[in-house]
């Protein structure tokens, strides 16, 4: 099975890095989000990612990139058939190990900026915005692989900033609660 595996990595076209390179790459994908810390209940769900970043290769084994992306996140409470719709506009940057050509592990900073906080209770909506952090700071960090010019990348963002202000009513209200997202997003690398 490894030999299968190694034949088609070897089969497919794998480009370089090329130190100096400059590109935009734009990117779709999809989320699978919850709440960490005292959010009662909080599930996982699914939402979508789009947006673009760009990227310098400074040299054949190390990149940094920054983008814009717009995430639909939340989580989900099956308690009370809740369901907590969070839209951040993320600006994640990033360094980029190419640890062979084509595969990199990055890490970095992200600011998200919260442009929407709405969910049902009992078959009505609830705009909650006014009692959320309008700023979210996350670190994420992940994989990418690049084939002909395709990238795709996962990453897990850890939440390290509290997103709920301390008079909210709800399930958010008992404490200190942050976001947990992983994304998986496919992209199409353009040089400039």
Not at 119 to 136: A, L, Q
Not at 144 to 162: C, L, P, T
Request: net charge negative; proline share 3%.
């Amino acid at each position: 099975m490894m030999m299968v595996a190694v034949a088609i990595m070897a089969a497919v076209n794998v480009d370089a890095q090329s130190a100096g390179e400059m590109y935009l790459k734009p990117m779709v994908g999809g989320t699978l989000s919850t709440l960490v810390g005292d959010a009662d209940n909080a599930k996982m769900k699914v939402g979508l990612i789009a947006g673009f970043e760009l990227g310098y290769n400074i040299n054949e084994r190390f990149g940094v990139t920054a983008g814009a992306l717009y995430a639909l996140q939340g989580a989900k409470n099956d308690d009370t058939d809740e369901n907590m719709n969070l839209d951040y506009l993320n600006v994640p940057v990033l360094a980029n190990v190419y640890v062979i050509p084509g595969l990199a592990l990055k890490a970095g900073v992200q600011a998200g900026f919260l442009t929407r906080a709405k969910t049902k209770v009992n078959g009505e909506d609830f705009d909650f915005k006014d009692f959320m952090k309008k700023v979210d700071f996350s670190i994420p960090v992940g994989v990418s692989y690049e084939i002909s010019d395709f990238i795709i990348d996962a990453r897990y963002n850890i939440g390290v900033s509290q997103i709920n202000k301390d008079e909210h009513d709800g399930w958010l209200s008992d404490g200190s609660v942050r976001n947990s997202v992983i994304t998986l997003t496919v992209g199409y690398k353009i040089p400039f």
